[in-house]
Structure formats: structure tokens, C-alpha cells
């Protein structure tokens, strides 16, 4: 049985020495290994040892050209292009950090939610014997970058599977116990939506347990203060409002208010 990763020499696709190739086999679609490979926003987020910051200068349909910071403070200017057709994307170090180096990556659908990547390392000034050396420490490097990635992509597409679009459930009142019982946060389920209660400022706030953008999981996400931070892309969120603070164009969004009766806590349809 082939193994789910595995270095290996490959084929050359650039005029750069090829240093070596990074083979594993992952358990997504092809839809969503484009959306990661177009996401530059994570890459400081679910990266952190190896991308400390990113300015992106363009981006679109076509991939992305940005200014990034490794992990020790180097700054590199990379430009990622894909090609979906050939189920291909090349990333290229234009300035700064190991420019001039190429990473081309493929992969063939081997079922469903299963594909086969091939990722190719092409770098310049490596002499001949430093080459399977420099080879396996790239190869390391991206083990450790899909070992995070994947974790996000699976979760995304767990949570697009159970959405279910134009359906609601009943929204009666919920009782959700009285207030000298209730721990916060608190996980509901209300009208087919999971929600969570959270005391804020002396109130209680109810927002969604998926982040608006792409549905990162937000239930063991703690609070600062009033702010929610999504722990796949940064974005931040004031859980009173469900406004966006950074600045993107999506809200916390919950069809339930939180309302004190008797001393105990109940969540109702909102308006």
C-alpha cells in the first residue's frame, strides 16, 4: 500500500534545479484544494512558524502575488498561479528570501474526497551532493504546512455538507435553565442553527458557531473582551453587534436573542 506522503525525485517542470518532490495523498476534493491554494489569508494563521505577516499587492480567480514574512523576519515577495485546468498552481519567490526558487504543485483525484498531490521543489545555486538534502527540507517543511491545512479543509467542507439551505425548524422560546446553573459560553442548538451564549459586559450575546467567511469552527474560540477572532483567517468580530472590525464585508449573523426571565435564561426568535 503506497503511504499517505512520501519524498521522492519526479520529473523536472522548470529551468531551475530540481531539488526534490513531496508526494501525498490527502482526503479532500478538488474544489476545495483550489480554495486553499488562492487563500492567502491564512497563511499567517494556520502557518504561524513559517508566516508571520502578508500584504498581499494582487489577487484573483488567477492566484495571488503578495509580500510575506517567514518565520525569522525575512521578508520574500511570492506569487502563486494557478492553473485549474491542469490542476496546477506554481509559486515563485520574485524578491527577498530564497528568490528565484520555484514550487509547482499538481495533484489527480484519486475518489470523491481523496486526491494525490505532487509538489516539486526547484531551487537555483544548489550544487549537485546539497541537493536531496535541501530537497528533504523542503519536503519537511510542506509536511508540516498540510498537516495544518488539512484539518481546515476537512472541517470547511464537514460544515458546508450540513448546512441546510431555506430550512427552519421551530423557533418557540428556549429555555435554556436558570442563571445560578449556566456556565459560559454555552453551545445551543436553535430553529436547526448552532448558536453560542456568551456573557458580555454583563449581557448576553448570541452568535453562530461558524465563522461567517468560511465556516471556521468559532465554539472553543475564547473572547477578548468583546472581540471574536476567527482562528482560520484573523478576521474579528464584535459578538454585541456581529459587526466586522477588520473590515470585511460579513457579519455574525444569529436568528435568536438571549432574554432574562424569572432568573432564568431564554433564547427567541429575534425581531
Sequence with gaps: M?????FMPSQPGSMVPHVGTYRRILPVNAERMFENAVDWEHLPFQHAS??????????????WRARVCNGVGKWSLIELRLDRRQRRWVTRNLEGANSGAEIWTYFLERG???IEIFVDFFVPGIDEPAREKVGRAYAKLYEVLYDEDVAMMVGRQEALDQRVEGVERSLEPLDLGSLAGLSFPLSVEFGGRSLIVSKVDGAYSVYPDRCPHMLAPLADVPLEGVVLRCPWHGYEFDVRTGECLTGQSCQLTSPAAARVADGR???ERKG
Design 2 to 6: 503506497m503511504p499517505d506522503h512520501e
Design 50 to 63: 513559517s508566516f508571520s505577516a502578508i500584504e498581499c499587492e494582487d489577487a484573483g480567480p488567477w492566484g
Design 112 to 114: 470523491s474526497n481523496e
Design 265 to 267: 435564561l431564554w433564547l
